[in-house]
């Protein structure tokens, strides 16, 4: 889409007569803008979707267990992901290990 975007500004310019290409040019943006946030919202739904299975069935159950420890549901329930606070993720540093065993 990136490569396409000057050539539709050319073409819909080139479509409109010289008094109404500012208003072309505003509505080719908007209807931009509508599409990139439907697209979006389409995406993350389907990101949501299968966000908890897909990511349990590439995880054995230590490596399960070891997320669980470290934090908590958030990790398996991408609906309280977006719900926690930023207190509620543990920072790696010092204090916390965060990788995974292999094994």
Do not use: E, H
Request: a positive charge; glycine letters at 8%.
């Amino acid at each position: 889409m990136g490569l396409a975007n000057p050539v539709l500004n050319v073409i819909s310019l080139n479509a409109v007569p010289r008094r109404l290409v500012s208003s072309a040019t505003s509505t080719l943006q908007f209807i931009r803008q509508v599409g990139g946030t439907l697209g979006l919202a389409v995406l993350g739904a389907i990101f949501a979707q299968n966000y908890k299975s897909n990511l349990v069935s590439a995880m054995t159950p230590a490596q399960q267990a070891q997320a669980r420890g470290i934090f908590g549901d958030t990790l398996f329930n991408p609906q309280q992901l977006s719900n926690s606070s930023r207190s509620a993720w543990p920072l790696p540093g010092p204090r916390t290990n965060c990788s995974f065993s292999a094994s």
